[in-house]
């Protein structure tokens, strides 16, 4: 029998590399520096960017490490999925509050293979052989938040 699952529209249609290189990117750094995901993200094609909440800037080599995992994950080739579920049965996995005050009873949960998972309503790629090569080409601190910028390269 199949269902008939009715999520929130979602408000841009973001570039499907980028937006899988994002959440493979927060899920390194809550890994690696325990900073949680994102506070705030802008997707583009060319460049994007993200802010971590953090007590200090993370100096040039730990922001190699974090490129060099992120790329690691990238180069195993794989597989985005995706689980629905309502709201109630995830709400101990993951962080409801930044949810949508309108977000639907049902849920989408991306998935890349064992490493992330998130609820998002965007486009991902099927796998991360689609990706390319992740670069990151600038970093800032200020007032506890952490930007990262950073690119895909063209994957061959």
């Known amino acids: 029998?199949?269902?008939?699952?009715?999520?929130?529209?979602?408000?841009?249609?973001?570039?499907?590399?980028?937006?899988?290189?994002?959440?493979?990117?927060?899920?390194?750094?809550?890994q690696m520096w325990g900073c949680g995901r994102?506070?705030?993200c802008h997707i583009e094609r060319k460049k994007s960017k993200c802010d971590y909440a953090m007590p200090i800037a993370l100096p040039a080599e730990q922001i190699a490490e974090v490129e060099n995992r992120v790329n690691e994950i990238i180069a195993q080739n794989i597989d985005i999925t995706m689980e629905f579920a309502t709201k109630g049965e995830v709400a101990t996995r993951f962080d409801?509050?930044?949810?949508?005050?309108?977000?639907?009873?049902?849920?989408?949960?991306?998935?890349?293979?064992?490493?992330?998972?998130?609820?998002?309503?965007?486009?991902?790629?099927?796998?991360?052989?689609?990706?390319?090569?992740?670069r990151i080409s600038s970093t800032r601190y200020q007032d506890g938040i952490f930007r990262i910028v950073f690119r895909l390269d063209t994957p061959t």
């Open 96 to 134: 409801m509050e930044r949810l949508p005050d309108d977000a639907s009873e049902m849920v989408r949960i991306v998935k890349i293979g064992d490493y992330d998972e998130c609820l998002c309503v965007g486009t991902h790629v099927a796998n991360t052989k689609e990706i390319g090569a992740f």
């Open 1 to 30: 029998m199949e269902q008939n699952i009715t999520l929130n529209e979602h408000n841009k249609e973001e570039y499907p590399p980028m937006h899988t290189a994002e959440h493979i990117l927060n899920g390194t750094m809550a």
């Open 38 to 40: 994102a506070v705030n």
